[in-house]
């Protein structure tokens, strides 16, 4: 394990031991997952309407004369943006499921690294998209630099601030 990874954990330790001497153990997993479900239903809607007009696209007029770079890319769109939504809904139907059965510790646990690496499949499908509509209306080399740009925006907005604050132990004692 690295020192970045250990300092991040014993933040997460710290935070952990500040809320939990204010709420029980099940009221921060009920917090917890509440919040969880809560972020869930403001990715969702991003997902199904990408997921959308993805299928909407092949039947668009012009379709057939794409190029099989554009096909390659809108498949891998597409397949990018199917795995987003199953890994964002999975948390939904596991606590439909589960919910009595008085895990939430799991759910919670589970739920959240589903979220993450759905909303990592996002950010990808995203950046698909934008590629394949900025080749077909400017040519490669502004769909390559728009869509680095933006890769680099979300990869800059989603993971890098975050994460940084986190490894640096940094956080809010009003949570």
Known sequence: ???D???AQEAARRDAAAVEAE???KERLDRNLMELLGELRVALPGVQVLFAFLLAVPFATGWKGISDADQRIYFATLLLSTAASALLIAPTIQHRLLFRAEDKRW?????SRLAIWGLGCLALAMQ??????AHIMFGWPTAIVAAG????GF???WYALPLSRRVRGKHSNLD
């Open 1 to 3: 394990m690295g020192e």
């Open 5 to 7: 990874d250990e300092r």
């Open 23 to 25: 709420e029980s153990e």
């Open 107 to 111: 759910l919670v646990e589970v739920g």
């Open 128 to 133: 698909g998209a934008l590629l394949l509509v």
């Open 149 to 152: 740009l933006s890769t680099l």
């Open 155 to 157: 990869a800059f907005l």
